[in-house]
């Protein structure tokens, strides 16, 4: 099965930062990954698919790159309402891993 | 507007059994892959299996696999996950979610969630 990491854990910043993170796929998956964000008590929310595809009604804040192994979320300028944890996924397979997540909190 | 909505969580003891349900609206059900997805008290998301269209293919997770049984119901919009055999590492909140393949992309996203059902394994 393919294994997904995620860099940082946990990730401290403030409004207006440029925030990136990183994940990694344990294998090739071409562009198959999307990014997920979740806020305490809620579903989780689609926001990139096709490692650079915004879902529909995402802010052009988010952008997201990479292909292959190694895949970046970038929020270009951190707003209040982005702080939550991400997650990352692979959608080569029908196993549907995904990465352990990253906590973006206030600093 | 499309809605997912999971019922039948609750509290079971450890070998025991539960039914969730996911009642869909809003979207040509029959015409969608379905997931269901769990996240553990303060973890991570886990993918825990999928059921195409027709129901003629399901797909688990090796941690659930002989234990869930994924099916659908297409003339009541409903997915079921039957849990047997309930340890307490399936304690979580359980979610319910569309596959979006074909809605606008060729990819297996999830692209709408229910609120989730919270399933507690203890004695």
């Known amino acids: 099965d393919i294994q997904l990491t995620q860099s940082p854990s946990f990730l401290s910043a403030s409004v207006g930062d440029r925030v990136t993170i990183t994940c990694r796929a344990s294998?090739?998956?071409?562009?198959?990954l999307a990014w997920y964000q979740q806020k305490p008590g809620k579903a989780p929310k689609l926001l990139i698919y096709a490692a650079s595809t915004l879902q529909s009604g995402v802010p052009s804040r988010f952008s997201g790159s990479g292909s292959g192994t190694e895949f970046t979320l970038t929020i270009s300028s951190l707003q209040p309402e982005d702080f939550a944890t991400y997650y990352c996924?692979?959608?080569?397979?029908?196993?549907?891993?995904f990465g352990p997540g990253t906590k973006v909190d206030i600093k | 507007e499309v809605q997912l909505v999971e019922s039948g969580g609750g509290l079971v003891q450890p070998g025991g059994s539960l039914r969730l349900s996911c009642a869909a609206s809003?979207?040509?059900?029959?015409?969608?892959?379905m997931i269901w997805v769990r996240q553990a008290p303060g973890k991570g998301l886990e993918w825990v299996s999928s059921v195409s269209v027709s129901g003629g293919r399901t797909f688990y997770a090796d941690s659930v696999k002989g234990r869930f049984t994924l099916s659908r119901d297409d003339s009541r919009n409903t997915l079921y996950l039957q849990m047997n055999s309930l340890r307490a590492e399936d304690t979580a909140v359980y979610y319910c979610a569309r596959d979006g393949y074909g809605s606008g992309s060729y990819y297996n996203v999830f692209d709408y969630w229910g609120q989730g059902t919270l399933v507690t394994v203890s004695s």
């Open positions: 996924q692979q959608l080569n397979s029908y196993i549907f891993t």
């Open positions: 294998q090739g998956i071409s562009n198959y």
């Open positions: 809003g979207f040509t059900f029959s015409s969608y892959d």
